[in-house]
């Protein structure tokens, strides 16, 4: 005992170095990761923040500027007058120098003014040239003509000449005459390389990466490219492709997003820029930063690997010679054990188990080797073995009681209780398919070597005991000579079904042959017991399996079943009466069998079954229907009724149909 508690107590101290150093380890880890990130997302949101405030400063004052223009009334009269003044070079030069002052006040790269009626465009050194349709070149201009709005932002390259076709940042604005009709268009525009420069010192000052992308997720600008040089979609060629739509229908606030994929894991910063009608995107990839953290929390391991490796060479040297005795001991006593259970018991039952109940674990090689084959991990706990053992192997119906019966919360009591055995019957399957029968008797006793409540498990194959029971109990519940229910499983079987659907609408049917005894005199009581087998077997024929069939008495019988209305008791009134109604040949000869039938409707006449069948106080008025195929509608009458049928079918109806 005492050598089992120093190898406990040096594993504990073993247990404990490791539990330190990876916690240590993991907390250092998550500890550097949580400022690194925390890093990375004040870093992505400044940058986002000073790139959006210099994009919508360097944007508002061209923009304003262009609008200003488009309103001005000597740009209008210019392109009114347009027509009268085509070849007038005094004419072109006022809107030279006009144009070009602009240029030169506000330091702009381009200034110009396209007609639409001329299709002449003009720019700061005078007339350019003449907007032709169907040239690529001058697809903006009558693109912008074919919208609404007021003004557009175009990157494109500019033809003027002395422009060198550097592309640019165009500002174009809509000028309308007095009609609203749009008769120009005005704007400004700089280099693209401005922006682009821009991004640039942002994303090497920041570490970070840029894009001024559209609605739709194309790139306009970035540190190395132009929507000029062709459609590139960044969310085609970026490492946060899942954040596309997260990204791209938010516009009323930033986002601040991490992302985690294939490509690379990093922070995304998005702001919608209003004047632009674009998104900023900020990406701040992280991939090497966790590749870095993750070299880092390796080494940390391979250091708590050896340390722990050094001080566990260290304690086995010193008590493996104890080690070896306390297995020995152990398996010793352990098969010892099991032998003595074995032995007693091997002939009764079809598996021993032993579970150590205060320490929720199986307590025998055995044991845990049954947890295994059902699937169940290594060293698992009982209580969870137990709910493994009952989804793969006990039936539905029985998973309940039988986790209640042995869960060791009800063990632990029922031995603080003072009770030793428990015992459950429930149905077993091996192979998921056949089910049969089995007893578990559990023996719980206290086990002194560890201080431990324990329990032995028996498990019996009760299947040809269970499946006797149960056919007894089904005989002792028919009628011997029609097979149907007795009286007494009759009346059960009604109440439970009246208890079991509280909220459904029944018919209560009562039956008798008529004039019966007549078959007996006449024919004999041989006869008289064919009649009433055929008889059994045509009622139960026209009911179903749910619906409750029985014999109460002589040539009384009683039918019960759910149905929706009272329309459909009198339909299946009309269907027993003609279907029952027919000629039964006998070993004696023929007999016209004819019948009366009682209906009463549940809940109309009460919702339980001693109101439903409770005796009537006045005669009832008997309709007879001679052979006739119409059968009057349920009405408003009682029967009198006397013998067995009385005794469980004392009804008093408020609706009965009498059909002879």
Partial sequence: ??????????????????????????????????????????????????????????????????????????????????QQHLEDQEFIDTMRVYLNAYREKYSYDSVFLASVQTKRYYYFNGLDRTLEEGDPENGWFYDFLAGEEEYNIVIDNDQVEGAGNEVTVFINCRIRDEEGATIGIVGVGFRVNTLQALLQSYEEHSGVKAYLVDKAGDVEIATDRTGFEGTVNLFDICSFSQLKNEILTVQDQPQYLWYDGQMGSGFVVSRYVDNL????????????????????????????????????????????????????????????????????????YENIYEIDISHNRAASEATQAYFESLGAPSNIPYDEALQVIAQKQIKEEHRQGYLDTFSSKNVLQS???????????????????????????????YWSEDDSVRMMVYRQNIDAEKRRELYMYEQMQKDSLTGLYNKVATQEHIREMLDRHPHTSFAFFILDIDNFKEANDNLG?????????????????????????????????????????????????????SVLCREVNTEAGAWHVSTSIGVALVPESGRDFERCTAR??????????????DIPSLLPTNRKIS???????RFCMKCITQVK
Wanted: one cysteine or more.
């Fill in 277 to 348: 009608g674009w998104h900023l995107i900020v990406e701040n990839d992280a991939t090497a930063l966790n590749q870095k953290l993750a070299k880092q929390l390796l080494r940390e391991v391979l250091i708590v690997i050896g340390t722990i490796l050094l001080v566990l060479v260290t304690i086995t040297s010193v008590i493996r010679r104890y080690n070896r005795r306390i297995i020995e001991l152990t398996v010793a006593q352990e098969q010892a054990h099991q032998s003595i259970f074995q032995k007693a018991t091997e002939q009764l």
């Fill in 1 to 82: 005992m005492k050598k089992n508690v120093l190898l406990r107590t040096n594993f504990l101290v073993c247990t404990v170095i490791i539990i330190g150093f990876v916690i240590t380890a993991w907390i250092g880890y998550q500890s550097n990761q949580g400022i690194f990130r925390e890093d990375m997302e004040r870093v992505s949101t400044l940058t986002s923040e000073g790139i959006y405030h210099q994009i919508d400063s360097i944007f508002t004052k061209p923009i304003n500027i262009s609008l200003t223009m488009a309103n001005d009334s000597l740009l209008k009269s210019f392109l009114l007058g347009e």
């Fill in 616 to 629: 009537p106080t006045t005669p009832s008025t008997r309709l007879k229907n001679r052979g006739k195929t």
């Fill in 415 to 445: 031995f603080a209780e003072g009770r030793d055995h428990l015992r459950y019957d429930f149905m077993i399957t091996n192979d998921g398919a056949a089910y049969y029968w089995m007893r578990i008797t559990t023996q719980i006793f």
């Fill in 525 to 577: 009581h041989a006869a008289g017991d064919e009649v009433l087998i055929s008889f059994a077997k045509t009622l139960q024929s026209q009911f179903r399996k749910e619906d409750v069939i029985g014999r109460i008495g002589g040539d009384e019988f009683i039918a019960f079943m759910s149905v929706p209305n009272r329309e459909t008791a009198e339909e299946k009134a009309r269907l027993l009466s």
């Fill in 643 to 649: 013998g067995d049928m009385a005794d469980i079918a």
